[in-house]
């Protein structure tokens, strides 16, 4: 047994790091996780795509559960129902493309008309040619296509994604019933983690039944205004109006701009103020102003914070990053700043509504 000399100094303690260099040490390894996922983009999209639609539907199975069911059967009703919302999401954006391409068909004389009428206008109030082209050649029909075929290709790519990553959602649904038991498994140590994956999933449903409540609402109206007024195949645009509320705060531009296209080609300027006019109305009233609101207080998080998650996912993974921002900035508050006492403050300025003792009030979370 080797013993130790009395005499001998003992070793210092090893200094702790300054805040100042914490913070750099976590910004280092922040970017080198970000650089990972964005070069890993088409791996990391579909997998979070596949992880929320399974957490969306997972609590199918409660009252299977409930009622005795086997557990192979309550997780197959998870993935049915899952599937489900694939296929009819499939089928409305297959109708919304064929309808719109053949729309694109049959005005493409009236949109090269009025690109020519728009460049006109350009002149006469005293723009170069160089403006004038490229202001003209965003109304072009093929820039048109190009731009409605990238938000469709898009939507198609996520719903691709999901079929591809099958064995995945099945794998991660049957995962679930086992993941319910972790707290019995592990005992109340476990408590605290198990409780903030819990908020995190509370948080991810919540967000998406806001938002497909309000995309609802919002496409039937703007549906029934534009079929009022006359604008052809208003149930495109309802769909369009229905799929873009899902990017926060921008998706009503993105919505408004084939309909305000469209009733220009058909009716002039006077149809396409019209349409600005009454997307104008609903969708700013419901989408920006009421419904980030709804937003921010089902997840905890700021208008601030919900609106820069839209840019910054984007930014990282590609369009997919736009539908799935909220649920990523969830996760990384759940992974990075709740389980640390000392991130309260961050928390808080996060929208997260904790008390000064680290609790979250009555109704948040």
């Not at 109030?125 to 490229?134: F, I, K, P």
């Not at 064995?167 to 983690?193: C, L, P």
């Not at 840019?311 to 900035?329: D, N, Q, R, V």
Request: hydrophobic content about 60%; some cysteine; charged content about 10%.
């Amino acid at each position: 047994m080797k013993h130790r000399d009395p005499l001998a100094t003992p070793s210092p303690a090893a200094a702790p790091l300054s805040p100042m260099l914490r913070v750099l040490l976590g910004l280092a390894a922040a970017v080198v996780a970000l650089a990972g996922m964005f070069f890993a983009r088409e791996l990391v999209g579909p997998l979070v795509l596949a992880a929320v639609i399974v957490i969306i539907c997972h609590p199918v199975r409660h009252p299977l559960d409930r009622l005795g069911w086997p557990r192979w059967a309550a997780t197959t009703a998870v993935i049915v129902v899952a599937y489900l919302i694939l296929v009819v999401l499939g089928l409305l954006l297959f109708f919304a493309g064929t309808q719109f391409a053949r729309l694109v068909a049959d005005y493409a004389d009236e949109l090269q008309a009025s690109v020519q009428a728009f460049i006109g206008w350009l002149g006469s109030v005293g723009l170069d040619q160089q403006a004038s082209d490229a202001a003209a050649s965003a109304f072009e029909p093929s820039t048109i296509v190009s731009f409605v075929a990238s938000l469709g290709g898009t939507a198609i790519g996520i719903v691709t994604a999901l079929f591809f990553v099958l064995a995945y959602v099945i794998f991660m649904a049957a995962d679930g019933a086992r993941y319910a038991r972790a707290e019995a498994s592990f005992g109340a140590g476990a408590h605290s983690a198990i409780r903030r994956f819990q908020r995190f999933n509370s948080g991810v449903r919540r967000y998406y039944v806001v938002n497909a409540s309000f995309g609802a609402v919002v496409a039937i109206i703007d549906g029934l205004a534009l079929w009022a007024i006359g604008i052809p195949a208003p149930a495109v645009w309802a769909i369009l109006a229905f799929v873009t509320n899902f990017i926060p705060n921008i998706g009503f531009v993105v919505g408004l701009i084939p309909p305000a296209l469209l009733a220009l080609v058909v009716g002039g300027w006077p149809l396409m103020l019209a349409v600005i006019a009454i997307y104008s109305v609903v969708n700013v009233l419901l989408q920006v102003l009421i419904q980030p609101k709804f937003v921010s207080d089902a997840v905890n998080l700021s208008l601030t914070l919900s609106f820069f998650s839209v840019i910054f996912w984007t930014f990282i993974i590609g369009p997919l990053g736009a539908i799935l921002s909220i649920p990523l900035t969830l996760a990384v508050r759940a992974l990075v700043l709740d389980p640390d006492p000392g991130a309260r403050w961050l928390r808080w300025l996060s929208g997260d509504a904790v008390t000064a003792a680290g609790d979250r009030r009555d109704g948040a979370g």
